[in-house]
Structures are given as C-alpha cells and as structure tokens.
C-alpha cells in the first residue's frame, strides 16, 4: 500500500469519495420507490418498509455534501483568476447538465410514452428549473451558486485564521437546527416576515459552510492518526446517524401515524416533514460528513487496478449522476421490483450504477464528449 495521498497530480482519497458517492446518491434515489408513491406522495406499504427505507436511506443522506466538500477541497481559496475558473467549471458542468435536462424534458421514462408527457410544460419549466422527472438535477442549480460564490470567499478564507474559520463553522452548525425549530411552532424566525425572507442566519446557512469545512480539513487536519480519526469522528457519525434516522422513524409513527391496512399514507407536506431530517443541511447529516470525510482522508492506496477503476469512475462520476435517473427507474421497474426491499433497493442501485458507468464510458469516447458527460 502506498503512503501518498497524491498520485500524478490526483488526490487519492477524494476519487474514492467520488466513486462511493456518486453509489449512495443512487441508493438514496432507490430508496425512494419504498416511501415515496403518486397518490399519496408519502407512501409506505409497510411497517418493514419503513424499517428499511429509513435505515438505508439515513446512512447515506452525505452523499451530497462529500461531493460539496470533494470540489472545495481542491478548488478553494482559487488558483486561477477568476475568469478562467468560472470558463472550466461552467464548461465541464453547465453544459452537460443543459443537455441532459432537454434529454430528461423530451424523452418519457421507462414505462411511459410521449403521450404521458406535458411536453409544452417541460418546456416552459427549462426556463426556470428543472423538468419535474428529474428532480436530481437540483444538485446543480446548488452546485454552480457555490462556484460563483467561491471567487468571493477565496480571498476572506485566505486571511482567516484557524480560530475564525472554527467560529465560521460553529455559527453555520447551528444554523442546521434551524429546520427543526420550525417545527416548535414559529414559523418565521430571527427576522423573517412576509416582506423579508432572509433572516439572521441567511447569508452564512446552506451549503456554503461544507466549503469551509473542507478547507478547513484540508488546512488544519493533517497527519491525524487512525485513533485520532476514529475517537472523533466514530462518534459524530453515530449521533449524526442517530438524529437522521430517529426523527423520520418518529414523525413517520406519531405525526402521521399507521392505518387500519398497516400502511403509512401522507401529503406532499408530510412528505417533506418527515424527510426534515434528511434534508442535507441538517445536524446529522453534516455530522456524518464530516466523519466520513475525515476518515477517507486516511485512504492512500494507489496501485492496481483497482485503483485504476476507482479513478475512472471518480472521473465519469458527474455523467453518471446526470444519467442514471434513465437508468435506474428501468433497472427498479424491470429487474428488482418483486425481491425483499433491501435487496431490491441494493439491487437496483449497484445495476444502476454499473450500467450508468459502462455508458458514461462508451460516450467519454466520443469527440467532445466533455461536453456530455463533463
């Protein structure tokens, strides 16, 4: 095993958090066939859905914030001007994600055809958001407001000791509670009325704070030891682990509670209350991040082919995540729909995964591709 966390210009550890990363979105997305349905927009059949959807889908809600933290990590504080940053990340990630949201518009799912589609309606929502089906493709919107903002915290962050980064950090860690004092019964807080929605706490919320955080790992975390890591970072991942699941198995049961069939049946308001947890910008969620971020930062190995695989995946990852919505409402539909729900939900996710590389491989050999697949 080598001991470098640099190979030919690569950052070891972070094409292994890109591979398994982009591996829990798609268990995340599986996840979602067991409590998520069309008439009721939270539907849970059963109690062992429940069970299984929440635990699996718990354990990996940071897929998220680790491919935040993965970019900062190599691009903050800048190491270009400003114009040739914004001219590579908006060229490698725009236009990628513009072709595949007119591909996600047009083309029905598997299982639908053209006439099942509001075409004129996609078309409208392009101007605005994203086409309704694909829904992941939130991820960039989120992705690309954090590069126009990295050209304006690189020279603060520069000049920032270790102490205020930590205060930095502190104050945007409270602010992940914030979701849940909502539901202590104020609705608007630390300034927020109908005429103003941006509170106190706006300007240093969000995803911004997983920016700092990985330049402050990348600054301050050196050479921890394998007892260092684990003392810390053990358990903020099983109090983080423990917040993420506890409230969705509690909202679940006793806010909307089990019907005389056994099922869990909701709205779209409950939907989104009890995935508040889940939410990506909570304290769990960020504590199991951290932890786990902290803890791939110790992967050196380097040599192989396994390697070589991990690198190829970690490079096609961004295809991958703008494809395998395609790929895995076919997968989940055709393949896995009638095995135990948690291998169906592994099932579908690892086929996924598998598929929606060998594709993202096949066009990585096209000319320009870069600008299908990033």
């Given at each position: 095993m080598a001991t470098s966390t640099h190979t030919a210009g690569r950052v070891v550890f972070l094409d292994y958090l890109r591979a398994l990363a982009c591996l829990t979105v798609i268990i995340v997305h599986s996840c979602e066939f067991f409590y998520i349905g069309a008439e009721h927009p939270l539907c849970i059949t059963s109690l062992a859905d429940l069970h299984w959807a929440n635990l699996i889908d718990s354990l990996f809600r940071p897929a998220v914030p680790l491919f935040v933290m993965a970019s900062s990590y190599l691009l903050v504080p800048l190491r270009d001007d400003t114009r040739t940053f914004f001219k590579r990340r908006f060229t490698r990630v725009a236009i990628p994600y513009l072709i595949w949201m007119i591909l996600y518009a047009l083309i029905p799912q598997f299982g639908s055809s053209w006439a099942d589609m509001d075409l004129a309606a996609n078309a409208r929502a392009l101007l605005f958001n994203f086409p309704g089906i694909a829904g992941h493709l939130w991820f960039v919107y989120m992705l690309l407001g954090v590069y126009l903002l990295m050209p304006i915290i690189s020279p603060w962050i520069k000049t920032l000791t270790k102490r205020g980064e930590e205060i930095f950090i502190g104050v945007w860690f409270l602010t992940t509670f914030i979701p849940f004092l909502r539901y202590l019964g104020q609705a608007e807080l630390y300034g927020e009325a109908i005429w103003n929605e941006f509170s106190l706490f706006y300007y240093v919320s969000g995803y911004i704070g997983y920016v700092v955080?990985?330049?402050?790992?990348?600054?301050?975390?050196?050479?921890?030891?394998?007892?260092?890591?684990?003392?810390?970072?053990?358990?903020?991942?099983?109090?983080?682990?423990?917040?993420?699941?506890?409230?969705?198995?509690?909202?679940?049961?006793?806010?909307?509670?089990?019907?005389?069939?056994?099922?869990?049946?909701?709205?779209?308001?409950?939907?989104?209350?009890?995935?508040?947890?889940?939410?990506?910008?909570?304290?769990?969620?960020?504590?199991?991040?951290?932890?786990?971020?902290?803890?791939?930062?110790?992967?050196?190995?380097?040599?192989?082919?396994?390697?070589?695989?991990?690198?190829?995946?970690?490079?096609?990852?961004?295809?991958?995540?703008?494809?395998?919505?395609?790929?895995?409402?076919?997968?989940?539909?055709?393949?896995?729909?009638?095995?135990?729900?948690?291998?169906?939900?592994?099932?579908?996710a690892v086929t996924t995964y598998i598929i929606s590389y060998l594709l993202t491989k096949v066009i990585s050999y096209l000319p320009k591709s870069k600008y299908i697949i990033g």
């Open positions: 955080i990985a330049h402050y790992i990348r600054t301050y975390v050196i050479d921890w030891s394998w007892r260092k890591v684990l003392s810390v970072g053990l358990p903020l991942f099983v109090v983080g682990y423990a917040i993420t699941a506890g409230w969705f198995y509690w909202y679940a049961l006793s806010e909307v509670g089990v019907n005389a069939e056994g099922m869990i049946l909701g709205s779209m308001a409950d939907l989104r209350d009890v995935e508040a947890s889940w939410r990506f910008c909570t304290p769990g969620v960020a504590m199991m991040s951290v932890a786990l971020f902290i803890g791939f930062k110790k992967i050196t190995c380097d040599k192989g082919w396994f390697y070589r695989l991990i690198t190829d995946v970690s490079k096609l990852s961004y295809g991958m995540y703008l494809m395998h919505i395609f790929i895995l409402n076919a997968v989940f539909r055709g393949l896995t729909c009638n095995l135990p729900t948690p291998l169906s939900i592994f099932s579908t």
